[in-house]
C-alpha cells in the first residue's frame, strides 16, 4: 500500500510563497497521476491541482491557476505544489493524493490513497 506524506505547510502573509511537497512510498507511486485537494474548515474537500504519471499533463482549478504550479520528480517519488501570491482564501488544510490511473483527475472519487495533510495559513 502506498504512504503519502505531506511537509511545507505553515504560516505566511498574503502575497507570500510556499512550496509543499508529498513524498510516496511503494513503486506504484511512478505509475499513476498525483493530485492536491484542500479542506478549510466547514467546507468540502476541494480539488486544486493534478499531474499525470508522466508529468506532461496537469490541471488546476480556476482559482489558483497562474498562482499555483503542481510538479513531479519522479526519481525521488515526489510530487509539489508551489504556491505563490498567496490569498488568506487559500487557508485550508492541504492533502495529497494518489490517483487511481495514470491520467489527469479532479474528483476525489478517483484517487485512492491519501496523505494525512498538511496546514497552510494565510494572514491577511
Known amino acids: 500500500q502506498v504512504q503519502l506524506v505531506e511537509s511545507g505547510g505553515g504560516l505566511v502573509q498574503a502575497g507570500g510563497s510556499l512550496r509543499l511537497s508529498c513524498t510516496a512510498s511503494?513503486?506504484?507511486?511512478?505509475?499513476?497521476?498525483m493530485g492536491w485537494f484542500r479542506q478549510a474548515p466547514g467546507n468540502e474537500r476541494e480539488f486544486v491541482a493534478a499531474?499525470?504519471?508522466?508529468?506532461?499533463?496537469?490541471n488546476y482549478v480556476d482559482s489558483v491557476k497562474g498562482r499555483f504550479t503542481i510538479s513531479r520528480d519522479n526519481a525521488k517519488n515526489t510530487v509539489y505544489l508551489q504556491m505563490n501570491s498567496l490569498k488568506a482564501e487559500d487557508t485550508a488544510v492541504y492533502y495529497c493524493?494518489?490517483?487511481?490511473?495514470?491520467?489527469?483527475?479532479?474528483?476525489?472519487?478517483?484517487?485512492?490513497?491519501w496523505g494525512q495533510g498538511t496546514q497552510v495559513t494565510v494572514s491577511s
Open positions: 493524493a494518489r490517483a487511481n490511473s495514470q491520467s489527469v483527475a479532479t474528483l476525489a472519487a478517483s484517487f485512492d490513497s
Open positions: 511503494g513503486r506504484t507511486f511512478v505509475i499513476r497521476a
Open positions: 499531474i499525470s504519471r508522466s508529468g506532461g499533463s496537469t
